[in-house]
């Protein structure tokens, strides 16, 4: 199995261009999750996705930020424009449709906004 | 609404030593717990997890976490460490309700392994 796939794994782009960040789930996972990690606030969760569908978007933290599930194998997240504090670490997740097992977590892609 | 506080954000330990790494959770309802460990520049694993049964559970690398529903803790212990322990390390909590599929973090310890 190979895992969760993200792409890119690092990406620095200047301020007001945008970004799209993509993630290839495990196969067969029914649950697809975009989180956010940096030092001051820690592991967010911005939206999560059930069989392609949107289900949670709260976390998203303002229409600058989309993110899109076309497909079981492939989803991502664009944000347009960029934002120097948008710099963080985003982590893409995945997991069957049960509850008691655990979600599988990507390498991660490190955005830096400048 | 479940929470995850992690007591310490910083355990220094040295090699061979024990630790104990400190998780309480609030629900109102019956949960799942796991530990997750992020080594550097990558993303997180799955150490454990509790689900119901025996209260003691023995994870990945020599890890084990007890939950103590009256205390609503689920502590990580290791009885002796090594360097390739130094990682951040997170407790995470869900309820067993059908659909409910989001974790809820705590904020992390970062253990740091001393030689």
């Known amino acids: 199995d190979a895992g969760v796939i993200q792409s890119p794994r690092h990406e620095v782009t200047e301020m007001g261009q945008e970004v799209t960040l993509r993630c290839k789930p495990i196969s067969g996972h029914d649950y697809l999750f975009w989180y956010r990690q940096t030092m001051m606030r820690g592991l967010e969760l911005l939206i999560y996705?059930?069989?392609?569908?949107?289900?949670?978007d709260s976390g998203m933290p303002e229409d600058r930020f989309s993110a899109k599930m076309p497909n079981a194998s492939f989803s991502t997240l664009k944000i347009q424009p960029s934002e120097p504090r948008d710099s963080a670490v985003y982590f893409c997740?995945?997991?069957?449709?049960?509850?008691?097992?655990?979600?599988?977590f990507g390498d991660g892609t490190r955005l830096s906004i400048l | 609404a479940q929470s995850v506080t992690q007591l310490d954000s910083q355990v220094p330990v040295f090699e061979e030593a024990p630790v104990e790494l400190r998780c309480n959770y609030s629900?109102?309802?019956?949960?799942?717990l796991f530990w997750y460990v992020q080594y550097p520049n990558q993303g997180l694993q799955l150490l454990l997890k509790y689900l119901s049964g025996s209260t003691l559970v023995k994870g990945i690398n020599g890890f084990e976490a007890e939950f103590n529903k009256s205390q609503t803790s689920f502590h990580l212990r290791k009885p002796s460490v090594h360097i390739s322990d130094t990682a951040e390390y997170f407790c995470a909590v869900r309820t067993p309700a059908q659909g409910a599929q989001k974790l809820v973090f705590g904020q992390g310890t970062r253990l740091t392994i001393n030689p």
């Open positions: 629900s109102s309802v019956s949960v799942y």
């Open positions: 997740a995945s997991s069957p449709g049960y509850s008691n097992q655990p979600q599988h």
């Open positions: 996705f059930n069989n392609n569908v949107p289900i949670d």
